[in-house]
């Protein structure tokens, strides 16, 4: 298979909410994400307020490029929980510095989309969002590991 490459650009960027990422405790943080209006009219985000989540994609851009692990590691470097592979976690060390979070959508407003417990920081570019369908949840039983529940547990 040759080698792919395309270029993606932000629609969007994350104003206000928490400045630097951390670990946990993302619960009652808010944020607005503000959608290009030199490219995006109102029209774009017509019938968004029909939904109570989004799903929004965007990129880890305060990750240092030469930080990336593709190798096993325990998450967060607790030597309690097992090493996984990259693709066995979600943490910003990736290839392509790509983050996905579903978030509660609050309120739209013209361009600004009103949102809690996105767990993106102020000035992050967001590259795709979508209203949240309940059908695209999983199907069937949900698993995981032991060490990402406990991982979690204060994460919202």
């Not at 305060?62 to 325990?74: E, I, M």
């Amino acid at each position: 298979m040759a080698d792919e490459t395309f270029e993606v650009v932000p629609i969007a960027h994350v104003v206000g909410g928490r400045i630097e990422p951390t670990d946990d405790h993302w619960a009652g943080t808010e944020a607005i994400i503000r959608i290009d209006d030199s490219r995006f009219t109102e029209e774009s985000v017509l019938g968004l307020e029909a939904f109570s989540h989004l799903e929004v994609v965007f990129r880890f851009h305060l990750t240092d490029p030469t930080d990336l692990h593709f190798g096993a590691r325990s998450a967060r470097d607790n030597p309690d929980w097992p090493k996984v592979g990259i693709f066995g976690h979600r943490n910003m060390r990736r290839v392509n510095w790509l983050g996905v979070s579903r978030t509660r959508l609050l309120r739209v407003d013209g361009l600004d989309l009103h949102v809690a417990e996105l767990d993106a920081v102020d000035g992050t570019p967001v590259l795709d969002i979508k209203p949240w369908f309940a059908e695209f949840g999983p199907r069937g039983e949900v698993r995981q590991a032991e060490w990402s529940t406990a991982m979690l547990k204060n994460y919202f």
